[in-house]
Every structure is written in C-alpha cells, then in structure tokens.
C-alpha cells in the first residue's frame, strides 16, 4: 500500500475557480504534513505545511483529518499562475513520503 | 534568501561509468537527502544523512550508491556504474533541525545514461 495517495488528476479549471485537492496516508503516525509545488521538470516547493486545526495562507487553505487520514488542499480564485503539480507529504521519524502530485491546469 | 545548490544541472554518461552529483546545502542546515524523480513518476527517497553518517535509506539505495560529506559545505551523491534506468533528476535536500521538518530542495541535476 502506498504511503501517500493522490488523484493524479488533471484537473482543468478556469480562472477565478476554486479547486479542492485531497490526498490520503497510511501510516496513523505520520506526524506533520505538506503541501508542495512543483512545476515541470523543477523542484518541489513548500507551499504550506498542514495542521488539524486548520491554516490559510492568502488563497490557500490546508486542512488535516487525523480521524480519516487524509489532508486537503483548497486555492480560491485560481490564478494561471497556479497551474503546477501539487505534492502531498507525509513526514515520520525523519523520512519524508511524498504522493505522486496532483496536476492542476488553470485555463484562461 | 539562502538556497540548495546543485551541480551540474545536466549530466549525460555512458553506461557504467561512475558520476557524482554535487549538492551545498543551505548552511545552517543538519539534515540532508538525496531524492529521484523518474520523468513522469513520484519523487522518491534514497537517503538521509545527519552527524556525518547515514540516518536511513531505502531500497534503491544500493551498494552502487554512495554519499559523502567531504568537508563542511558539500554534499555528493556517487553511482558507481550507472545503469540505464538511474536516468532521473536527482534532488537534494536540506532542512535545520529535526524539530523543523520544512524540506528545502535544489534546483536538481538531470542525469542521463545512454
């Protein structure tokens, strides 16, 4: 079973749309979880770490269920900017499992 | 704003031969990976590396795969003899502490092996 599930998507959406990613994790004790960018054939970039209770930054909202294992990413008003591959991350005792990323296409 | 560096950028190499990726981590970090992505696959682990030995790695870490600290900046990542299916991006990683778990990655080295 993987560590960290994701749809790979893409999902096409306008600009100005709100688009919810979620990933799932195996592992109950995985102890903090990401959200990172990563743009064709670039490294992958911290967008915002996740919390359970919940945290916002600008667009962005991340969210964690603990109960259900699964985290979610949601960007309001989607901008063309924001077309990447979004890559959840699970981290446990010093290992890092990323998904396989999630593909968002922002169309004009 | 401090950064991972990674040389070189692209690598081409015959089968067999031996290279090494080059990574400086951001300096005040103390945890360093190495990661591959495969064209169009997931970002995997080889390697983690802290107090100048190997804290983990995983199965595609094999004896064909090494990595160094040689002095206080750099950070190698060597291949024995490479195979064709080692072409991939290999990213390396830092981070400050163990209690910040935010994984800062370089820019990465595409290698590729005919």
């Known amino acids: 079973r993987k560590e960290v599930e994701q749809d790979p998507g893409p999902f096409n959406v306008p600009e100005g749309a709100t688009v919810a990613f979620n990933c799932t994790y195996s592992n109950s004790a995985s102890q903090s979880f990401f959200w990172y960018r990563q743009d064709c054939r670039k490294e992958p970039k911290l967008l915002m770490s996740?919390?359970?209770s919940g945290n916002e930054d600008g667009r962005f909202t991340a969210q964690l269920n603990r109960a259900s294992q699964y985290i979610s990413l949601l960007i309001r008003d989607s901008k063309l900017s924001d077309s990447a591959t979004y890559l959840c991350v699970a981290y446990n005792f010093n290992k890092f499992y990323f998904g396989s990323g999630t593909k968002l296409n922002v169309k004009p | 704003e401090p950064e991972v560096t990674q040389t070189p950028s692209h690598q081409v190499t015959q089968m067999g031969q031996e290279v090494i990726l080059r990574c400086v981590p951001i300096?005040?970090?103390?945890?360093f990976y190495w990661y591959r992505q495969i064209l169009g696959q997931k970002v995997e682990f080889l390697v983690s590396?802290?107090?100048?030995?190997?804290?983990?790695k995983s199965e595609i870490f094999d004896d064909q795969f090494s990595v160094e600290r040689p002095d206080g900046s750099n950070f190698t990542l060597k291949i024995r003899s490479t195979k064709l299916e080692d072409s991939a991006m290999y990213f390396c990683a830092s981070r400050p502490v163990q209690t910040d778990e935010k994984l800062f990655f370089g820019s990465g080295t595409q290698l590729s092996v005919l």
């Open positions: 996740v919390y359970s």
């Open positions: 590396f802290y107090n100048n030995e190997i804290s983990e």
């Open positions: 300096s005040n970090h103390l945890y």
